[in-house]
């Protein structure tokens, strides 16, 4: 299959490449083969090679917001990264490759006085992921900027989405369960003040200094904080720290003492051991308040699929 794809042009392509480095948690065994393209055309190309071969194909970012399997994958992980990140302004409209990393977004926009981005100033990850996920912060998502979006179908063509076909809601788009690779989007932003665009993400970042850990790896928040659940019982890092849980370690994955939301890897943490941890802190808060938590956090099992972590099968049936 390496000597295949390599014939292909689909850019640079890796055996047995360990998923541990491909994302924040540093966890996750090795995907049959990685391939980062450079171009559209080579997606699209690798997507007609997984499809023709009937060969799992997983799209990654920067692995920012997935759980990889300690068995890895058995198929291809298509990496949209620093390979494929052009980005071009354009007035108020900002055209930007999929792989582009988001806080380098938010301050090209800062730098031409475009505001509408200063909540995505600390989200470590790639414009593709962030679209798909509808990313954002302070109760916002990227979808609200969000023109056009180029993919690359099921089918290997390029299509483009209108911001309507996207569907975007909390945490949620319609790219999320269509298969498509995003390549680029364009996103709108209206001209604002380059001081007051600037003070806001220093703020936010300082914040996020504050309320995050940041040595040890993580994923960012594990649980899902919808309006809903705010206005109901609360946001999850709250539920959980007042459920007693801050601390609380499986093996070495912890509640981070930081922020209950996060789950931390100690050193050496496995996805098991994050997965059973997921479990307990459900069970604990679905006992204490009656309230089923739901992930954020995306995990990949062996064969390529992927789905909230709630639904992994090691935690569904724990509840
Ligand atoms: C410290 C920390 C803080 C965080 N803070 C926030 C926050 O404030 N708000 C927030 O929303 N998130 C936050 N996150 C989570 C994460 O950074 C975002 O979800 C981010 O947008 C994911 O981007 P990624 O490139 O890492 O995607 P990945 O984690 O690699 O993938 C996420 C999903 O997107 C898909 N995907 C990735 N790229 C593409 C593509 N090109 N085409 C199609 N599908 C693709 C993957 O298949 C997967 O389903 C945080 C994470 C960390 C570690």
């Not at 509408?116 to 790639?126: S, V, Y």
């Not at 220093?202 to 040595?215: M, N, T």
């Not at 801050?246 to 496995?270: C, P, Q, Y």
Request: aromatic share 4%; proline share 4%.
């Amino acid at each position: 299959m390496l000597g295949q794809l390599s014939e292909l042009d689909v850019g640079a392509v890796k055996a047995r490449a360990p998923l541990a480095h491909h994302c924040s948690w540093r966890i996750g065994g090795p995907a049959d083969l990685l391939v980062e393209p450079e171009s559209a055309m080579q997606v699209a190309r690798l997507v007609g090679f997984a499809r023709e071969h009937e060969i799992p194909l997983l799209v990654i970012g920067q692995g920012t917001n997935l759980l990889f399997d300690d068995a890895g994958l058995r198929g291809i992980v298509l990496k949209v990264g620093a390979r494929m990140a052009q980005l071009s302004i354009h007035g108020n409209r900002i055209l930007a490759e999929a792989g582009v990393w988001v806080p380098q977004l938010a301050r090209q926009a800062a730098r031409n006085g475009l505001t509408g981005l200063e909540h995505i100033i600390g989200i470590p990850g790639t414009l593709g992921g962030l679209v798909l996920m509808n990313g954002g912060s302070h109760r916002r998502g990227i979808g609200d900027n969000v023109r056009r979006v180029w993919v690359i179908d099921r089918a290997g063509e390029l299509q483009v989405l209108s911001h309507a076909q996207c569907a975007f809601s909390y945490r949620h788009s319609a790219l999320q369960d269509s298969g498509a690779v995003v390549v680029r989007a364009e996103l709108e932003c209206s001209t604002g003040d380059p001081r007051a665009i600037r003070r806001a993400m220093v703020c936010d970042l300082r914040e996020r200094r504050r309320k995050f850990p940041r040595k040890e790896p993580n994923c960012g928040s594990v649980f899902l904080s919808t309006a809903e659940m705010h206005a109901s019982v609360g946001p999850p890092g709250k539920i959980i720290e007042e459920a007693g849980l801050k601390g609380t370690r499986i093996g070495n994955a912890e509640v981070s003492l930081h922020h209950a939301n996060f789950i931390v890897n100690r050193g050496g943490a496995s996805a098991a051991e994050v997965l059973a941890l997921i479990a307990h802190i459900r069970r604990e808060v679905h006992e204490r308040i009656g309230f089923e938590l739901r992930c954020e956090v995306r995990y990949v099992d062996p064969q390529g699929r992927i789905m909230p972590a709630d639904q992994a099968p090691q935690v569904r049936s724990s509840l």
